[in-house]
Structures are given as structure tokens and as C-alpha cells.
């Protein structure tokens, strides 16, 4: 009969109702590849739209393992809708390029994303066909504070796929931090 077995050869144990008994040290997915690989980053922006319904934010990964975000911190100065949009294709011709932050201090670790903010990110540009996948309202008193949003499901963005933010309102400025890490 097969056995679960230690390092050393010995079978693991078992209680009387068939449940293995462990000591287990647990890390988030997460955690594991920031103190591990040192592949967790985060992109801030601030900008406000030039007209309605504008990509504010595009992050496309160009890495070969997947981009898991995991949240978003936004402040939003007034009334507006942002919504989050995935996919699309063609090329973006405006925007100020962000750097992802690795969290891990002493990682060195570079993101393989292009990654780009402006009041109109697809200016000029031939990028189309993007999806929503979220919206946030903000109303009347809820724009004072940074809103923290985690996404329940993680969104995934495998290589050469594209996450961005967009926004219903011109003017208004938003400011955000995007958090997310590679991984399989």
C-alpha cells in the first residue's frame, strides 16, 4: 500500500478518522513569489481624462509567466466612473511610461510589462476590442478618501495581454496604484 512519507522515508501519521497529521508552514501565493523570486511589483499613475469614456491606464505583459493582479488603491478627486478592461489589440501612441516598484527591496527584479499612462492612452493610436470586466461608482461623498479594492478572483494576464483602467469623466483625477506579481 502506498504511504505519504517524510523526507527521511517514515510514514507520515494518521489519526483514528484516516486525517494526516502534519506541521505545515503556509505562505500566500503571493508572499512566496515577492520573498521568493522577488516578482511582486506595483504601478502607480495620476491623471484625469481628456473626454469621456478614456483609457487612463494600459499595462500589457510581455513576460512569459503570467501577471496576477492582485488590487488597486484608487482616489478618485470627483464623481465619476472607472472601469477596468481586459484584452484589446493594436498599438497605443500617448502616454507616460511607468516602471513597476518591486517589493522586494533587495530583488533587483525588473517587470517585463509596457506599461503606460495619459488622459487618453489610445490616442492616436489602434488600440481596440478591450472587454470590461469591472466598474467602480463614485458618487457625492465617496471621493474623499483612497478606495482599496481587492479583486476577489485575481485577474490573470498571460504574455502579450492587456489590463487598463478607463474612466467615464474628463477632468476628473484619479490616482491609483496597481499590485500584482508573475508567476505559474
Request: with cysteine; proline share 4%; net charge negative.
Amino acid at each position: 500500500m502506498p504511504t505519504i512519507n517524510d523526507p527521511n522515508g517514515q510514514a507520515a501519521d494518521v489519526t483514528s478518522e484516516k486525517m494526516l497529521k502534519a506541521l505545515c508552514v503556509s505562505e500566500t501565493l503571493e508572499g512566496h513569489t515577492n520573498r521568493g523570486h522577488g516578482q511582486a511589483f506595483t504601478w502607480q499613475f495620476s491623471t484625469a481624462a481628456t473626454a469621456a469614456d478614456d483609457c487612463i491606464f494600459y499595462i500589457k505583459n510581455t513576460d512569459d509567466l503570467p501577471m496576477i493582479l492582485e488590487g488597486l488603491d484608487l482616489y478618485v478627486s470627483n464623481d465619476c466612473d472607472v472601469y477596468l478592461k481586459l484584452g484589446g489589440s493594436g498599438t497605443t501612441a500617448a502616454g507616460t511610461v511607468v516602471t513597476g516598484v518591486p517589493l522586494n527591496a533587495g530583488s533587483g527584479e525588473v517587470a517585463d510589462v509596457t506599461c503606460l499612462y495619459s488622459e487618453d492612452v489610445e490616442s492616436g493610436g489602434t488600440f481596440t476590442g478591450a472587454i470590461e470586466c469591472n466598474r467602480y461608482c463614485y458618487e457625492s461623498g465617496t471621493v474623499v478618501d483612497t478606495h482599496n479594492i481587492n479583486f476577489p478572483m485575481d485577474i490573470v494576464i498571460p504574455k502579450n495581454q492587456v489590463f487598463s483602467i478607463w474612466t467615464d469623466t474628463p477632468s476628473v483625477v484619479i490616482t491609483g496604484t496597481l499590485y500584482g506579481f508573475f508567476h505559474d
